[in-house]
């Protein structure tokens, strides 16, 4: 019943990958052995492009001049949540994306939108969050915000983004499944 996160910071070209890890007990010796597929976008295109959405427990700025850490992207700390599970006890969300090949266009605007909305698992949507609107740092952003979900039953949803350069029009979109449930007592093993 213990999250140990870590990351690994890798540098890949784009492409499919397998990523194998295995985690030992280094009292009992005994092993456990879970395989990935991770697949690497390619961004060097020149339409509006956005990484995966990653969910995560929390979301909070952090001085890099302390220290380095894996769980730090942006000068943010990421707490991630990889398997998605969040509790009715969770009241927000938080999610962190990557925005790509925004253009130099800033007529009539330097603007961009992100429109979060929740989805059920039938993909009908149930909220429409409030429109965001940022000011473009230049042809890569990072986005990290959070979404309430209090009151949301337990079940499967989806939470989708769709970013929106405001000089071009341009559109560009992600989207990630996740659970909601009663409480983390619920999760069998099979489940985690």
Known sequence: DVRIFEVLPLLLEPGKYSLKVTAMDATTKRSGIATFEVNVKDFSGDGLMMSDLEMAYDIEPEDTTKGSSSLIKANRRILPNPNRYFSNEDSLIYFYAEVYNLSEKTV???????????????GYELRRYALRTHKKPGATAVLTDAVPVKGV????????????????GLKTSAAKRFMMIYGFEQLSPTMS
Do not use: S
């Open 153 to 168: 039953p337990g079940g499967a949803y989806e939470l989708h983004l769709e970013i929106k350069e405001l000089a071009t």
């Open 108 to 122: 009539p605007t330097n603007e961009f939108t992100v429109q979060a909305t929740l989805h059920d698992a039938f």
